[in-house]
């Protein structure tokens, strides 16, 4: 009788381990991409802006699983700081004391969890900003939370 309660202990087991299949959960682990390598690409590094324009910020987004979200945020550069991600180094002007310096920030949700998107917003720069140095900076976030963030220099003129 004892044996038949560890042949059947036994059975079980092996059953309920034959059983049970592994759920194997492919987990995202790249972050997305900016493309800004198109020739309809803008702006790129040492681009220069009109004051008092507009202009579409456009790119190719792109990410392995499903894209979440991308922002702008644009911001002054008069005192030198860096974190330009481009090799290319642009001319810039004297270190300034900003008194109406251009800032924007703008969040954009990505609809349909597509694997690629073209972005495109337009942007309105104001008439009476200071010109000068500024940072155009780019941050795309997949749906699984991977970002990644393009830092280029521009330069508004008057």
Known sequence: MQRLKQYTLMAFLLCATIACKKDTENIDT?????????????????????????????????????????????????????????VEECTLEPVKKPVKPFVLVKSVTIPGQPQQYDAQLQIDVPADIDPGNYHFMIQVTDQSGWSIQRGISVRIVE
Not at 49 to 56: K, L, M
């Open 30 to 86: 790249e972050k997305p991409t900016i493309d800004l390598s198109a020739s309809t690409a803008f702006p790129k590094q040492c681009s220069q802006i009109t004051r008092g324009s507009s202009f579409t910020f456009h790119a190719k987004l792109s990410d392995n699983v499903a894209l979440g979200s991308y922002s702008i945020d644009i911001h002054h550069n008069f005192d030198h700081h860096s974190h330009s991600t481009e």
